[in-house]
C-alpha cells in the first residue's frame, strides 16, 4: 500500500509539473504594441484650397503619419498663406522647428523658434509655442508664452497673443513693453 501511494504521488507531481510547463504565456513573454508612425514622408508639399483657391501651402522635410490621423513635423515645418482674391501672393508665412496636427481638433501645435511673418504689412511675430486653428483661421498662443512683434516702426512684448492667421491684425494679451524702432536698426 506503501509502495502504491508513493507512485501515486509522483505520478500527480509528474502531471502538474507537466501542465505548468505548457502555459502558453509563460513562453510568449509580455506583448508589446508598436506607437510609431505608420508612414513617413520627405520633402512633403501639401496645398489646401477652397472653392478652387489656393488657401496655403505646407512645406516640411519630413512628415509622419500616426494611427489616429496626427500627423508631426519633427525636423521643420514651413506655411505659406495666399491672399483671398487668388493672386496666389504670399500674405503670411509661419515657420517653426517642429510641427504636429492634432486632427481631430484640426489643429496645429508649432513648437521652437517660432516665427510669424505678415509679408504686406512687414511684422513679425517671434516666440517658442504657437497654435494654428484651421478651423476658426487663428493664430495664438498660451497666456504665459513670451512673444515678440517686430513692425517697421515699433517693437512689442509680452505674454499670450491672438492674431488672424494672416497675421494682419492681432492682440497681445498681457502686454510688458513697447519700443521704437531707431531709424538705423538692421531688420531682425
Excluded: H
Aim: proline share 5%.
Amino acid at each position: 500500500m506503501q509502495i502504491l501511494r508513493q507512485s501515486w504521488a509522483s505520478g500527480a507531481l509528474l502531471t502538474v509539473l507537466g501542465l505548468t510547463g505548457c502555459d502558453k504565456k509563460a513562453t510568449n513573454g509580455p506583448r508589446l504594441e508598436y506607437t510609431g508612425p505608420l508612414m513617413e514622408t520627405t520633402n512633403v508639399r501639401t496645398l489646401y484650397s477652397d472653392s478652387a483657391k489656393l488657401k496655403l501651402q505646407l512645406t516640411a522635410p519630413l512628415e509622419q503619419r500616426f494611427e489616429n490621423s496626427d500627423v508631426r513635423y519633427p525636423k521643420g515645418v514651413e506655411v505659406k498663406f495666399y491672399s483671398a482674391d487668388n493672386t496666389k501672393k504670399v500674405v503670411n508665412t509661419l515657420t517653426a522647428n517642429y510641427g504636429k496636427l492634432d486632427k481631430a481638433k484640426n489643429l496645429y501645435i508649432m513648437r521652437g523658434d517660432v516665427r510669424v511673418v505678415n509679408v504686406p504689412q512687414e511684422q513679425r511675430l517671434n516666440t517658442e509655442e504657437l497654435f494654428f486653428d484651421m478651423n476658426k483661421q487663428l493664430i495664438y498662443t498660451d497666456s504665459a508664452m513670451f512673444v515678440k512683434v517686430t513692425t517697421p516702426q515699433e517693437y512689442l512684448t509680452g505674454y499670450g497673443l491672438r492674431a488672424n492667421q494672416d497675421f494682419s491684425r492681432y492682440s497681445i494679451i498681457n502686454p510688458k513693453g513697447v519700443f521704437a524702432v531707431p531709424q538705423s536698426a538692421p531688420a531682425p
